[in-house]
């Protein structure tokens, strides 16, 4: 039913548009054009549809073979065809008699007053993405609250697609709004806790676009507000972790993996709670696992996830008995950035601090965690390099005390770097 209701509230504009704006797949007018290794530009769904529900590994368009390598898949928002594309509509709408500002009220309207609400949310999120004085006509007109309204819905008809869909459209709405403290919307999901069990549901059932929308709202409730993140670990916990976690372990960058990072560092921050939960939820031995591909933002993110993880005894426990957790961490230490030896560095510290088992301090000397450390030291003495900060070099020099006289009786010890080893215990 949603779908001719769609069907039947588009404007002309909507059959009569330029061949450029059409995907090849579908034919229909792109929303959300990507470009793939061939150069051709597709409908993201579309195109995720053919090569992931599919199983193809060719070029719908060209029929050449997608190229197989590190980087399979890479699919690049085409955002120059989507600004022509908004714009074009935009201007197609304002030919009409109705101004923006009534079509906003118009609109709204529909959704408060229609069962078939998905094709004027999608309006409504294209205009308020190319006007500033559109989203201020949205905002004073209660335009918050009656979205809102579409998202809490599916709490009640949880089976129904179409409300799922229409839900999924209304944070696309909200996601185009920053969220601070003295914000309506963060207002409204202070006050309503419902609203955010809703964002929880469609990032655990959504599909990949309302699952973007939906962490994109949580990202920006994390970064720029004081939320109290109790009541979501109360309720949601592991739930909220796993879907979160699979948006990091995506093998095809994406933002939602991005922003899935991001959430997961503001919310372990302010709880030990959280980061047992995110434990329970396996975080630890995903990120262990995605940590040698990663890249260099993701990888200081990820470390930074597992230095806080590392904080509870859980966490350390999980790292140790992961069979490459120690190896992991210590292969991106001085091999990616000085923020990422940094934190390798507080990792090894507190797992040699709290687990100084006869195992865990030889598999530090097999993976040639100590050869680092050792290099960091004479970095620092030598005063170049990362390693010449100071707290860093505190941590090293505490680890080396700890365990230096069991690894230096080691074969495998290096030998040119046992003077460094001797200043330590001169020091």
Same mark, same amino acid.
């Given at each position: 039913?949603?779908?001719?209701?769609?069907?039947?509230?588009?404007?002309?504009?909507?059959?009569?548009?330029?061949?450029?704006?059409?995907?090849?797949?579908?034919?229909?007018?792109?929303?959300?054009?990507?470009?793939?290794?061939?150069?051709?530009?597709?409908?993201?769904?579309?195109?995720?549809?053919?090569?992931?529900?599919?199983?193809?590994?060719?070029?719908?368009?060209?029929?050449?073979?997608?190229?197989?390598?590190?980087?399979?898949?890479?699919?690049?928002?085409?955002?120059?065809?989507?600004?022509?594309?908004?714009?074009?509509?935009?201007?197609?709408?304002?030919?009409?008699?109705?101004?923006?500002?009534?079509?906003?009220?118009?609109?709204?309207?529909?959704?408060?007053?229609?069962?078939?609400?998905?094709?004027?949310?999608?309006?409504?999120?294209?205009?308020?993405?190319?006007?500033?004085?559109?989203?201020?006509?949205?905002?004073?007109?209660?335009?918050?609250?009656?979205?809102?309204?579409?998202?809490?819905?599916?709490?009640?008809?949880? @089976?129904?697609?179409?409300?799922?869909?229409?839900?999924?459209?209304?944070?696309?709405?909200?996601?185009?709004?920053?969220?601070?403290?003295?914000?309506?919307?963060?207002?409204?999901?202070?006050?309503?806790?419902?609203?955010?069990?809703?964002?929880?549901?469609?990032?655990?059932?959504?599909?990949?676009?309302?699952?973007?929308?939906?962490?994109?709202?949580?990202?920006?409730?994390?970064?720029?507000?004081?939320?109290?993140?109790?009541?979501?670990?109360?309720?949601?916990?592991?739930?909220?972790?796993?879907?979160?976690?699979?948006?990091?372990?995506?093998?095809?960058?994406?933002?939602?993996?991005?922003?899935?990072?991001?959430?997961?560092?503001?919310?372990?921050?302010?709880?030990?709670?959280?980061?047992?939960?995110?434990?329970?939820?396996?975080?630890?031995?995903?990120?262990?696992?995605?940590?040698?591909?990663?890249?260099?933002?993701?990888?200081?993110?990820?470390?930074?996830?597992?230095?806080?993880?590392?904080?509870?005894?859980?966490?350390?426990?999980?790292?140790?008995? #992961?069979?490459?957790?120690?190896?992991?961490?210590?292969?991106?230490?001085?091999?990616?950035?000085?923020?990422?030896?940094?934190?390798?560095?507080?990792?090894?510290?507190?797992?040699? @601090?709290? #687990?100084?088992?006869?195992?865990?301090?030889?598999?530090?000397?097999?993976?040639?965690?100590?050869?680092?450390?050792?290099?960091?030291? #004479?970095?620092?003495?030598?005063?170049?390099?990362?390693?010449?900060?100071?707290?860093?070099?505190?941590?090293?020099?505490?680890?080396?005390?700890? #365990?230096? @006289?069991?690894?230096?009786?080691?074969?495998?010890?290096?030998?040119?770097?046992?003077?460094?080893?001797?200043?330590?215990?001169?020091?």
């Amino acid at each position: 039913m949603e779908r001719f209701a769609d069907t039947n509230l588009r404007s002309s504009m909507d059959s009569d548009f330029p061949p450029l704006f059409r995907c090849p797949i579908s034919m229909e007018l792109m929303e959300d054009p990507v470009t793939i290794s061939t150069g051709v530009t597709y409908e993201r769904k579309s195109i995720e549809k053919w090569l992931f529900t599919y199983n193809k590994r060719t070029c719908p368009a060209t029929m050449q073979t997608v190229a197989v390598g590190e980087n399979d898949f890479v699919m690049t928002p085409n955002l120059t065809l989507k600004r022509v594309i908004l714009a074009w509509k935009i201007n197609e709408s304002s030919s009409s008699p109705a101004t923006a500002i009534d079509q906003v009220q118009s609109l709204l309207a529909t959704v408060e007053s229609s069962p078939f609400k998905v094709s004027s949310l999608r309006k409504l999120r294209s205009m308020i993405e190319m006007r500033d004085e559109v989203k201020s006509e949205f905002i004073r007109l209660n335009g918050i609250g009656i979205v809102v309204n579409v998202v809490v819905q599916i709490l009640i008809d949880c @089976s129904d697609f179409s409300t799922l869909e229409a839900c999924e459209e209304a944070l696309g709405v909200l996601s185009q709004f920053p969220i601070s403290n003295e914000d309506e919307l963060f207002d409204e999901m202070s006050k309503r806790e419902e609203l955010m069990k809703s964002v929880a549901i469609v990032l655990q059932r959504g599909s990949a676009e309302g699952r973007f929308y939906a962490v994109k709202i949580l990202r920006n409730i994390a970064k720029n507000t004081n939320y109290n993140w109790g009541f979501v670990m109360e309720e949601q916990g592991i739930d909220l972790f796993k879907p979160l976690l699979e948006l990091v372990s995506d093998e095809f960058p994406t933002k939602s993996s991005s922003c899935a990072l991001d959430v997961m560092i503001e919310i372990l921050a302010s709880s030990k709670r959280s980061r047992v939960k995110a434990i329970e939820a396996g975080a630890v031995w995903i990120l262990i696992e995605l940590l040698p591909e990663s890249s260099r933002s993701k990888c200081e993110r990820m470390l930074q996830i597992l230095q806080s993880l590392c904080e509870c005894a859980e966490g350390r426990l999980a790292l140790v008995e #992961h069979g490459m957790g120690i190896a992991a961490v210590t292969k991106k230490i001085l091999n990616v950035s000085n923020v990422a030896t940094k934190i390798g560095v507080k990792i090894l510290f507190w797992i040699s @601090s709290f #687990h100084p088992k006869e195992r865990v301090v030889e598999e530090m000397m097999a993976c040639g965690a100590v050869k680092k450390l050792l290099m960091i030291l #004479h970095m620092a003495c030598s005063g170049v390099g990362g390693g010449g900060r100071s707290s860093t070099k505190e941590k090293v020099i505490k680890i080396l005390k700890m #365990h230096g @006289s069991s690894w230096r009786r080691s074969p495998c010890f290096p030998c040119e770097l046992k003077n460094y080893l001797k200043l330590v215990n001169d020091d």
